[in-house]
């Protein structure tokens, strides 16, 4: 009964019973409204026709005398609880409502319980009006009717066979409507039964989905309605959210586990030359002041290595916070001629090649530009030879600027290069974090940007950095802090 198919069962039954008693109930009501309309009709004619033909008293004696003649001959006249089947009744009555009786003839038991189931005939007589009275138990119509002497008679007559012709139609009506209930009882529960199939593959697929079986999908039905295939399709695209938002998180926890594995594994390395020098010198085992000198010197350089890496960490996190920048325009050919010059400064033996002439601005965070240029820098300097020329161009195209970092080094493999913005990634386990170039990427990436690369063996290296000029997809909760 909790059921779907079983409500939408007993709801349909229970409108068609409505409608089944109110369909009954008018057409008997209408049968009964005609059939005393007609029985009505001949009794006022029947008492029009006695007051207009204005009959005597020995009219109405002969008439009673035949009446009750007749009423003789039929079976059971002396009982009034068994009275004949006559369909008319007629009686005369006197002032006290009493039967007359006319001649040597006394009136019937018929006559005597028409007398005496009419209170007032008088008043009957001047209203004209038809009433219902009863008569050993069956109903009748009678009016009243005043002569022209002033006496009064009673006219009825019988509606036994209108009140047995709606028993008859109300058992008809009652069997032809509980035949009705049960066929749309069978049809509402095979209709449901199909119409909700849909609605039961659903419950198939989330109980798969439940148990572990996250690619199962609602199947399509050619015959389904309109608001279950929409449902359908809105449930799949749901589910296929849920999909791909559970093997999101399973990346994330990979890409999580790997960050803190690679992150303890580059930490527990400078963590180890500390805790070894400084075990030396609580030993006593650093006499000579040059001993001391150069493991004091190698404890600040791993501990600035340390601090390197920490500050590189926290600005990744910032990034993956989607921060929200110091936006302002930002001169980018400015920016590059600056880190040639930083590079210039650092290794002056190295052929640089600049192209950055003119204003460049570009929307963007000032500090954020300045570190992607000195990571990509750095990752030239730390990755190829002191020789080997490098090429930094910055220039406009349609609706956005574009950065290049180009040099003539080794250039990296095809499985490298597709790696080479991983976090804690070094070619070759050479030196450095493997965070510089995870950190350009995170950087243009809040910028609304990308970053690419073109390299192969023997190549070079060329990094490509395209920015929107207007800041374009710019945007995230902010983060405490600049980059």
């Known amino acids: ?85 006559a369909d008319s009744v007629f009686v005369a009555v006197g002032p006290a409502g009493k039967p ?22 008088a008043a009957l007589a001047a209203s004209g009006d038809p009433h219902d009275v009863t008569l050993g138990g069956t109903p009748y119509r009678a009016v009243g009717a005043r002569l022209k002497d002033g006496t009064t008679v009673l006219l009825a007559t019988s509606t036994e066979s209108l009140h047995s012709g709606i ?26 039964h199909h119409r909700l199939r849909p609605l039961e593959d659903m419950v198939e697929t989330a109980s ?28 799949n695209s749901m589910l296929h959210q849920v999909e791909s938002a559970f093997e999101t998180r399973e990346r994330s926890e990979d890409r999580l586990r790997r960050f803190v594995a690679d992150a ?102 000032e500090s954020g530009l300045r570190k992607v240029l000195g990571n990509l820098i750095t990752n030239v300097r730390v990755h190829t030879p002191p020789s080997t020329p490098v090429t930094l161009e910055a220039e406009r195209t349609a609706g956005s600027v574009r950065l290049r970092v180009t040099d003539e080094g080794p250039g990296l493999t095809p499985e490298d290069a597709t790696r080479i913005f991983d976090r804690f990634f070094r070619t070759g386990g050479g030196a450095g974090s493997g965070l510089g170039l995870a950190i350009v990427r995170a950087v243009v990436t809040a910028h609304g940007g990308e970053v690419a690369v073109r390299t192969a063996p023997g190549a070079g290296l060329a990094v490509v950095v395209t920015l929107p000029v207007g800041g374009e997809g710019i945007g995230g909760p902010p983060a405490p802090g600049p980059l």
Do not use: C
């Open 167 to 192: 028993k008859k139609a109300l058992k008809l009506d009652a069997a032809f409507g509980v035949v009705l209930l049960g066929l749309l009882a069978v049809l509402t529960m095979l209709a449901a």
């Open 208 to 235: 798969a989905i439940a148990e572990g079986d996250l690619t199962r999908r609602v199947p399509s039905r050619p015959d389904a309605v309109t608001e279950t295939e929409q449902l359908r399709v809105a449930l």
């Open 100 to 121: 007359l009786a006319i001649g040597t003839l006394e009136p019937t038991a018929r006559q005597r319980a028409l007398a005496d189931a009419v209170d007032d005939p």
């Open 1 to 85: 009964m909790h059921s779907l198919r079983a409500r939408l069962t007993l709801v349909n039954v229970a409108l068609l019973a409505l409608g089944i008693v109110a369909a009954a109930a008018v057409s008997l009501m209408g049968m009964r409204h005609y059939v005393l309309a007609n029985v009505d009709t001949q009794l006022a004619t029947s008492r029009e026709s006695l007051e207009r033909m204005g009959f005597t008293m020995k009219q109405i004696e002969y008439l009673s005398e035949l009446g009750v003649a007749l009423d003789k001959l039929s079976p059971g006249s002396g009982d009034t609880k068994g009275l004949p089947s």
């Open 264 to 365: 303890s594994h580059e930490l527990r390395t400078p963590l180890s030359a500390i805790r070894g020098y400084l075990q030396l010198y609580d030993k006593g085992m650093l006499a000579d002041p040059e001993e001391r000198t150069r493991a004091w010197g190698r404890v600040n350089a791993e501990t600035d290595r340390m601090s390197r890496l920490v500050d590189e960490l926290l600005t990744l996190a910032r990034l993956d916070q989607r921060p929200e920048l110091r936006l302002r325009d930002v001169d980018l050919s400015r920016l590059v001629r600056e880190a040639a010059d930083d590079l210039r400064a650092q290794d002056p033996l190295r052929p640089l090649t600049v192209h950055a002439d003119g204003p460049l601005l570009v929307r963007a965070d």
